[in-house]
């Protein structure tokens, strides 16, 4: 009786042995098992990034006159809703599925496919990686909504985003992050072009297409010539605190790991804003002779602009040099924009556009390959880095600013882009939505 117990046991802690080292196994044979670090760092990642759109929105509407503050924050808002919902339709298909060079297939259509396994060479799930990536194509463009703010139609802004979301954000994006052209093995081979959380994809891209939509849709009445001021300078240095909280999640998290280069994401990204908030505070004093709450809040999101494609790629030192140039150049982009007349009611070129173009190109001058791998043009005399840079921003100007005018033009003619008259006099929080920010 006693040796069949003993059998009997044997055998049991057998089976459990067996039974703990077949999960193990099979993540030998299936590839890289889910790290729950790197899992819980992308969740947290995505949650700070998808936080960054209502801090923009706070940014935003603090700087509109108070008749136009809810339409403002709508732009925003409202584009957390519909630009998931084209995201899970077909946003993501068209930007990371297999497909050209020049962009993804069907094959993630209403996220087939995408389960909770880990893509090749990641750890953590694939839905994980495609919520993250969510987040960026929601904020891209509201980002240019601050160029046509107190002036556009709502039906006008959602068909406009829908469209320039599916021809513009997700072609672009797959250029660089889904296996396109600009990308690891596409045009250069081994070579590619540096963009490690957004440079191109995101800010050069909606920086454009703002200056091309301010184009289109014309100036506010009154402007130049009618002080617009901002009604709450308040909620604009509160959505920036927002957007650099944020921001870390936005850089630290495209590593996909909870790594050292996430970390180094992180400080850089922290050095770069803080090092454009000052430069920009001091080029504005020595023009102006005093340095404005606005100016140090903008300078410090052109900072986090410019350091967007390079915070995986260069060191504290790269930071400095990036947040340093950007905030006087952005600055000086600000001041002639009012010489050349259009009106990017929110600086949304000036500050992105602008910003996000130097930070594309100091990428190649300023990596450091104790970072990313890559020695740039500073450390490696690498002129063909530079030159992959350069020849990324003028594709996503070029393809940004064309397509953006065509959808523009066409929802114009469509459904209607700039509000009447007698709308923008009275407000677009009443004429729009029916509503007003402040009932005194």
């Known amino acids: ?19 703990a080292c077949l999960p ?16 819980s760092w992308m969740l947290v990642s995505s949650a700070l990034v998808l936080f960054m759109t209502p801090g923009l929105a706070l940014f935003y509407g603090g700087l509109v006159r108070s008749k136009n503050v809810l339409s403002t924050i709508m732009h925003s808002f409202f584009a957390m809703g519909i630009m998931t919902v084209q995201w899970v339709v077909i946003g993501y298909s068209l930007s990371f599925a297999e497909g050209n060079w020049f962009v993804g297939g069907l094959d993630y259509l209403f996220l087939n496919g995408v389960g909770m396994e880990p893509l090749d060479g990641q750890t953590i799930p694939h839905s994980v990686f495609m919520v993250f990536q969510g987040m960026f194509a929601i904020i891209t463009p509201a980002l240019i909504s601050g160029a046509f703010a107190e002036r556009i139609r709502f039906k006008g802004y959602v068909v406009f985003i ?3 979301g599916t021809l513009v954000y997700d072609p ?54 009618s002080p617009m001021k901002p009604h709450n300078l308040g909620y604009t240095l509160l959505g920036a605190g927002i957007l650099w909280f944020g921001w870390f999640g936005f850089n630290g998290g495209s ?8 970390a180094n994401a992180f400080v850089v990204t922290h050095i770069a804003a803080a090092t454009g908030a000052v430069s920009w505070s001091i080029a504005e004093a020595l023009h102006r002779g005093k340095a404005s709450a606005l100016g140090a809040a903008s300078g410090a ?16 030192q790269g930071s400095l040099a990036i947040g340093a140039v950007v905030g006087v150049i952005c600055y000086g982009a600000v001041i002639l924009k009012g010489r050349l007349g259009y009106d990017d009611s929110l600086d949304a070129f000036g500050v992105h556009g602008v910003g996000g173009a130097w930070g594309a ?9 104790a970072v990313g791998g890559t020695a740039g043009l500073i450390e490696g005399g690498n002129v063909h880095q530079v030159w992959i840079q350069f020849v990324s921003i003028v594709a996503t100007v070029v393809y940004s600013f064309v397509l953006t005018m065509i959808i523009a033009r066409v929802v114009d003619a469509t459904v209607g882009l700039r509000v009447t008259e007698e709308d923008e006099r009275q407000g677009l929080d009443l004429s729009e939505h029916g509503e007003t920010g402040y009932d005194l």
């Open 172 to 225: 672009i994006c797959h250029w660089v992050w889904g296996g396109g052209w600009l990308g690891s093995g596409g045009l250069w081979g081994d070579s590619h072009a540096l963009d490690f959380a957004g440079g191109t994809v995101v800010h050069i891209n909606s920086g454009i297409a703002a200056l091309a939509m301010a184009m289109v849709v014309g100036r506010r009445i009154g402007y130049p010539q």
């Open 361 to 369: 190109l100091a990428t190649g001058i300023f990596a450091a390959s």
């Open 1 to 19: 009786m006693l040796r069949i117990f003993r059998t009997a046991a044997i055998l049991s802690l057998t089976h459990l042995f067996v039974a």
């Open 24 to 39: 193990a196994v099979a993540a030998a044979q299936d590839g890289p098992a889910i790290d729950t670090g790197d899992t």
């Open 162 to 164: 829908l469209l320039w």
């Open 301 to 316: 999101v052109a900072g986090l602009v410019a350091i967007t494609p390079a915070c995986g790629f260069v060191d504290v």
């Open 255 to 262: 590593q996909l790991a909870a790594d050292a280069v996430a």
